[in-house]
C-alpha cells in the first residue's frame, strides 16, 4: 500500500521519457540493430559466460540460461538483499556476486565492464512491469528517496520535483522536460556516446542545478533510484534504452 501511496505522488498519467524523444530516437531504441547499447549487451552476454575471478566461475555457471534466470530480476532493483544487510542496486548485487561467489575483483562503479553485465541482465526483464518490492527496507529506502526527490538542493535552489513533477511536457533549454522515469536504465545516451546509469543521470541533473555531487553509490543516490522505481511501479520496463 504504501508503494501505492508513494507512487501516487508523480504525475498521472506517467509517460516514459521515450515519449517525449524526436521519432529518430524511438526507432533506434525500439530496433537492436540499430539501439548503440546492443554493444554492451553483447559484452555483458559474453561476460555471462566466461569463467573468472580465483574461483574459476561464469555467471552462468550459477545461474544457467539469463533469459530463463535473469526474466523479471532487473524490475525489483533496488531491493533490500539480506545477506549484505542493505538495499542494493542491480550493479551493487553484480558485484556482490563477482566477489563473494566468483572470487573477483568487484568492477567499478559506470565502467564499461559493469554497465555490460547490468546491460545484458535489464535485458531479460524488457517489457516486464517494474516491480519494486515492498518489504520495510526498500521502502524506508524509496521513502527517504522520496524526501530527497522533492528537497530543493543547489545554488539554482530546485528540486527534481519542480522539473519533473509541476513542468514536465515543458522545454528547457531547447531540450523536452520529462517525467523523470528511470524504467529505460541503463540508456545509450547520444550526448555521453555510451551507456550510462540513472546515477549517472541523477549526478548529471545535480551538476545542472549546480549541488555538491555525491560519489556513485552513495546512500542517497540509492534512496532516489528506490523512489523513482516505487514512482514507475507498473511501467514496462525498456531497457536498454536510447536517449538524446
Known amino acids: 500500500m504504501l508503494a501505492l501511496a508513494l507512487a501516487a505522488t ?26 548503440p547499447a546492443m554493444l554492451w549487451v553483447g559484452d555483458g552476454e559474453a561476460a555471462w559466460n566466461a569463467p573468472t575471478g580465483a574461483a574459476g566461475k561464469a555467471c552462468a555457471d550459477c545461474h544457467g540460461r539469463a533469459d530463463r534466470s535473469m526474466r523479471g530480476v532487473a524490475a525489483t532493483y533496488p531491493k533490500f538483499q539480506p545477506r549484505a544487510g ?9 558485484n556482490r556476486c563477482r566477489e563473494h561467489h566468483q572470487q573477483a575483483p568487484a568492477l567499478a562503479a559506470e565502467s564499461d565492464g559493469l554497465l555490460a553485465l547490468e546491460s545484458f541482465v535489464a535485458l531479460q526483464s524488457r ?39 509541476q513542468n514536465w511536457g515543458r522545454r528547457l533549454a531547447g531540450a523536452p522536460i520529462t517525467q523523470g ?9 547520444l550526448e555521453w556516446q555510451s551507456v550510462g546509469s540513472v546515477q549517472r543521470r541523477l549526478r548529471n541533473c545535480m551538476s545542472g542545478v549546480r549541488a555538491v555531487l555525491p560519489p556513485f553509490n552513495a546512500p542517497e543516490l540509492i534512496h532516489l533510484e528506490a523512489y523513482l522505481a516505487v514512482r514507475a ?9 536510447v536517449r538524446p
Do not use: K, W
Request: proline residues 10%.
Open 127 to 165: 517489457g516486464m512491469p517494474v516491480s519494486p518490492p515492498d518489504d520495510l527496507d526498500t521502502r524506508a529506502a524509496a521513502e527517504a528517496g522520496r524526501a530527497l526527490f522533492f528537497r530543493r538542493i543547489g545554488q539554482l535552489d530546485l528540486s527534481c520535483a519542480q522539473c519533473h513533477d
Open 233 to 241: 511501479a507498473g511501467m514496462p520496463l525498456e531497457a536498454p534504452g
Open 86 to 94: 542493505a538495499v542494493m542496486t542491480l550493479g551493487q548485487r553484480v
Open 181 to 189: 522515469h528511470a524504467n529505460a536504465y541503463p540508456i545509450y545516451r
Open 10 to 35: 508523480g504525475p498521472r498519467p506517467p509517460q516514459s521519457g521515450a515519449e517525449f524523444m524526436g521519432e529518430s530516437t524511438r526507432a533506434m531504441q525500439r530496433d537492436d540493430t540499430q539501439n
